[in-house]
């Protein structure tokens, strides 16, 4: 909420009842009802009545997504099982205080007032298109990140990457049960089909979001920062209509991820890999595979501009960022783009 | 042998159940332990590896499955034991499970001798909380913002009844009894005793004391409006400062603050008049004014500490600009300017300390003919755009619209790192101006997180043919655990020329500009 400041003017802060949030995704509808399922430190997971996708709270820029209220504060007690509902932009507990517990009961009747905030969409930035390749290709294509930029953060990803889910893809001492399950489907459908049955990783994982919902979502980036279409995204969609396919949190971020929308941790990774425009044909590349010495791709802007954003990325969650990256790392490779390999699958 | 535990709706961080994984793992005789949800996948992966039951069939995505193998009957009942401890700690985000009272009551059962409450809650319950330690005798620092400043007042009231201190809203240093509190560094003790608004302004003062070779006895906080806001009027500093009268231990009283209310001013001169010790007062931004005998005015911080020094030994304060001789800071100026190219005309100050980007606001407003800034000293010169500099621009990267969702620049330098990123592609830019707060709670190593950046946006300024100036200072004292010596060193490596003192800093650049000019 805002209130008004000693000179009149709005500032960001609480009243004594009320929430503002500070951004809305896009996919959340103004009216709703639903019912908490889970509460974390920094997030609280609300399924919609009516649909099988949650909606989200959360307090960090970083876990933003198109279903996704982002708040200055997490009312105090909201707690699992209690149910909430909007209307018209603003939502509350049922018809009791939101946030009252034995300690502190200061505020009663508390709303989120969301119908103002700004949007968040999640869609990567468009990736350039240089008019030598438009014209090569006799359409707009998107001209996939620089080489350079994405074999430093194949490096990044295995030096900084987290343990516990697919990480083993790309390192195989870093491996699994869940890896190694992973590995063993994606190799043996390569020899045998033209294209990998991917949707076959919905689902796979420990973890709230499933390991094989992070990589396919990051593999779904992939496609729009330059990758080719590898995921047959019907496939997906069908296996998602099955309810024991994965947890409803993880077929949220997956039916965002089909519909071009993404957390705000890789979209800052696409912000970073689009905006660095590719190297001309030619371009000399010097060693360690991470420097492009023509444009505007330099050793610095690749290990520092890049880096910090992909270090948070890698820090999302428990292993979510990490097979995010590796899905991202994933199609980006096996659209040819990628210059890192053999990936040892 | 193997089994199985389901359990049935179950949402758990995953943090937690990465953490149930390896403290499972870690168990003697523990083959294989899969924690997952109940995904048709992961229940084939289970199955494949030869664990089955019932219950496992029964399971479904919402259902937490933990397939354990172990060597004996003994180890899967220690596993599962291990397993239903560490769901019931719910582990915190970083997997750590210490002990987090729930309320302010509960915290004074498990401390019952502490006599200062920290708080730091979102701004609409803070106020609650500190209501509830003062009741109970306690003193509070209150670490929040977003406080009403109707709560402020009724809490300051009610402290000052009490005899209490109330430090804040938004107080977040202080130093008691020898004891640094939040943002806070290493600092001898000693006979200065400081009131200060505001956080890196007291940070700056009780270093300089410490490089100066004095000590501080208390160092206290009050927040920012204490002063600025009539209605407040002072309440905290003007009991700080008789606290500081009472003190034995303290001989000189030095107060920093924003240039108080007009209404103010009568009530807070007559408390450091009548304080019966030197007061040493530095009024950001304002004017020094003539006082009682033992009142003296300072113009920076830095001199706020020199002067509190210099009076606590009973010596004469003499007053200079720059600690290096004029030849060198000469040298110096020449050195920065020389390979400017002409298109080269505007500072940009990327700051992390509040008081520390007023310092600088103020000090270059008038010689640089305006400063852009989100707090300016002429309202014309407020930012349009906060992330996009304009002209001569000085900003304070821990500002709310720079940290929503993200940690404090103090502590996470990337919020910094990434501006200058942008400001290195700005040909315009002739010097950046910066500072580094090192302490408890800051970044473990500030410097070192900008080493890279700076070294690029010189680099990026020699491909265009100029030459970029970095100038700055380091907060911080040898005590503290990042080192002042070391992160100057840093800094220095990467070209940038460190001051001695943020007020220092500012003043090169104001000659480095000069010169500019003059080419």
């Given amino acids: ?345 | 042998m193997k089994r199985i535990i389901v359990r049935k709706d179950s949402y758990y961080d995953s943090v937690v159940l990465m953490s149930i994984s390896a403290e499972i793992k870690k168990i003697d005789g523990v083959g294989e332990a899969v924690v997952a949800m109940g995904t048709e996948v992961n229940l084939t992966l289970i199955k494949d590896m030869g664990l089955d039951s019932d219950e496992l069939r029964a399971a479904g995505p919402n259902d937490l499955i933990i397939a354990l193998e172990g060597e004996s009957e003994e180890v899967l009942i220690s596993a599962e034991s291990k397993v239903n401890e560490l769901l019931r700690k719910k582990s915190s985000a970083d997997g750590q499970t210490a002990y987090r009272p729930t309320g302010f009551e509960s915290a004074v059962k498990v401390m019952p001798d502490a006599n200062l409450v920290i708080i730091s809650l979102p701004g609409q319950y803070a106020g609650r909380e500190a209501r509830k330690a003062l009741q109970v005798d306690r003193h509070v620092m209150l670490f929040s913002d977003n406080v009403p400043i109707e709560t402020e007042i009724e809490l300051k009231k009610l402290a000052q009844e009490r005899g209490l201190l109330m430090m804040g809203p938004d107080c977040g240093t202080a130093m008691i009894n020898g004891m640094p509190i939040c943002f806070a560094n290493v600092v001898r003790r000693g006979a200065i005793g400081l009131v200060s608004a505001a956080g890196t302004g007291l940070q700056e003062v009780a270093c300089s004391i410490e490089k100066a070779g004095g000590g501080v006895s208390q160092g206290i906080g009050t927040g920012g409006r204490d002063l600025k806001d009539k209605r407040v009027g002072g309440i905290m500093v003007r009991m700080a400062v008789e606290a500081l009268a009472q003190d034995p231990e303290t001989k000189v009283i030095a107060v920093i603050s924003k240039p108080p209310a007009k209404a103010v001013i009568p009530n807070v001169m007559k408390t450091f008049e009548t304080a019966g010790k030197p007061c040493v007062v530095h009024f950001i931004g304002a004017e020094s004014a003539a006082g009682e005998e033992n009142i003296h005015y300072a113009k920076s911080l830095e001199e706020t500490a020199r002067m509190a020094v210099a009076l606590s030994r009973g010596e004469r304060y003499t007053a200079q600009e720059f600690e290096l001789p004029e030849e060198e800071i000469a040298a110096l100026v020449e050195r920065e300017t020389a390979g400017m190219a002409p298109q080269q005309q505007f500072v940009r100050g990327l700051f992390t300390g509040g008081t520390l980007t007023d310092e600088a606001v103020f000090a270059l407003h008038e010689p640089l003919g305006g400063v852009y800034s989100l707090d300016p000293v002429d309202p014309a010169f407020e930012l349009p755009d906060p992330h996009r500099s304009q002209g001569h621009t000085i900003v304070d990267l821990g500002e709310d619209v720079f940290t929503v969702g993200r940690p404090h620049p103090m502590i996470d330098a990337s919020i910094r790192t990434e501006r200058i990123e942008l400001e290195m592609e700005d040909p315009e830019v002739a010097v950046l101006l910066i500072d580094c707060v090192i302490g408890y709670s800051s970044h473990p190593d500030p410097a070192g997180a900008m080493l890279d950046v700076l070294q690029a946006a010189k680099s990026r300024a020699r491909e265009r043919g100029g030459y970029l100036a970095i100038v700055g200072s380091v907060t911080g004292t040898e005590g503290d655990s990042q080192n002042v010596h070391d992160q100057r060193r840093k800094l220095k490596s990467a070209g940038c020329v460190v001051m001695p003192s943020n007020y220092q800093a500012a003043k090169l650049v104001e000659r480095i500009m000069a010169r500019r000019a003059s080419k």
């Fill in chain 1, 1 to 345: 909420m805002h209130e008004r400041n000693d000179s009149g003017q709005r500032s960001r802060g609480f009243s004594d009842s009320e929430l503002t949030a500070l951004e809305r995704g896009a996919m959340v509808p103004l009216t709703f009802s639903g019912t908490v399922i889970a509460r974390f430190e920094h997030a609280v997971n609300i399924v919609v009545t009516g649909e099988s996708l949650i909606m989200a709270l959360v307090t960090r820029r970083e876990a933003m997504s198109a279903r996704t209220l982002l708040l200055p504060a997490l009312p105090h007690e909201l707690r699992t099982g209690t149910t909430v509902s909007a209307w018209d932009g603003r939502a509350r507990v049922g018809g009791h205080p939101w946030w009252r517990s034995a300690e502190l009961t200061a505020v009663s009747g508390g709303e989120i007032d969301f119908a103002g905030a700004p949007w968040y969409y999640g869609h990567l930035p468009a990736a350039p298109v240089t008019p030598r390749r438009s014209a090569q290709m006799g359409e707009s294509s998107p001209v996939p990140p620089p080489p350079a930029l994405i074999a430093a953060m194949f490096e990044m990803v295995r030096e900084h990457g987290r343990d516990g889910g697919l990480l083993g893809l790309l390192d195989r001492r870093r491996g699994n049960v869940f890896s190694t399950f992973a590995a063993r489907l994606l190799s043996v459908e390569d020899k045998r089909r033209a294209t990998t049955e991917y949707e076959k990783l919905v689902g796979l994982g420990g973890g709230l979001t499933p390991a094989g919902d992070d990589f396919l979502t990051g593999m779904l980036a992939a496609e729009e920062i330059g990758g080719a279409a590898l995921i047959d995204r019907d496939a997906v969609s069908r296996r998602l209509t099955q309810t024991e396919s994965t947890t409803v949190v993880g077929a949220t971020m997956l039916r965002l991820a089909l519909a071009g929308m993404f957390p705000a941790y890789l979209t800052a990774v696409g912000a970073q890999l689009t905006a660095m425009p590719a190297a001309a044909p030619g371009a000399e590349r010097s060693g360690g595979g991470a420097t492009v010495t023509r444009g505007a791709v330099t050793r610095a802007t690749v290990t520092r501009g890049f880096r910090s954003t992909v270090l948070r990325a890698l820090e999302y969650g428990h292993s979510s960022g990490t097979d995010a990256l590796v899905g991202l790392l994933w199609g980006l490779h096996r659209a040819r783009v990628a210059p890192f390999g053999p990936v040892p699958v």
